[in-house]
Nanobody, 115 residues
Framework: QVQLVESGGGLVQAGGSLRLSCVAS????????MGWYRQAPGKQRELVAVVMSSGSSVYADSVKGRCAISRTNTKNMVTLQMNSLKPEDTAVYYCNVRIGRLEHWGQGTPVTVSS
């Protein structure tokens, strides 16, 4: 079973920044895709940003230009730097990894952006 340990969520004012980190219990080199999804109250879970094993990344249109995702291979870690946060970014953020056809989720870390 893959364990994902998330950190970095919290409360921030609009316009502020947060950095989310997720450390996997397996070698990052076995992971095909690693990234972050979020789920706001009453809404479906949605992609925020993912990074492939090739290093290429995909961002939701709503966060493009405000977020940057990166992998740290030596720590089996993925980091999401979020800037210029908006109240609509408020959600529980989940780390997600895909290994082959299997998908694994973290417990989630809440992010609240106050106006």
């Amino acid at each position: 079973q893959v364990q994902l340990v998330e950190s970095g969520g919290g409360l921030v004012q609009a316009g502020g920044s947060l950095r989310l980190s997720c450390v996997a219990s397996v070698s990052i080199f076995s992971i095909n895709v690693m990234g972050w999804y979020r789920q706001a109250p009453g809404k479906q879970r949605e992609l925020v940003a993912v990074v492939m094993s090739s290093g290429s990344s995909v961002y939701a249109d709503s966060v493009k230009g405000r977020c940057a995702i990166s992998r740290t291979n030596t720590k089996n870690m993925v980091t999401l730097q979020m800037n210029s946060l908006k109240p609509e970014d408020t959600a529980v953020y989940y780390c997600n990894v895909r290994i082959g056809r299997l998908e694994h989720w973290g417990q989630g870390t809440p992010v609240t952006v106050s106006s």
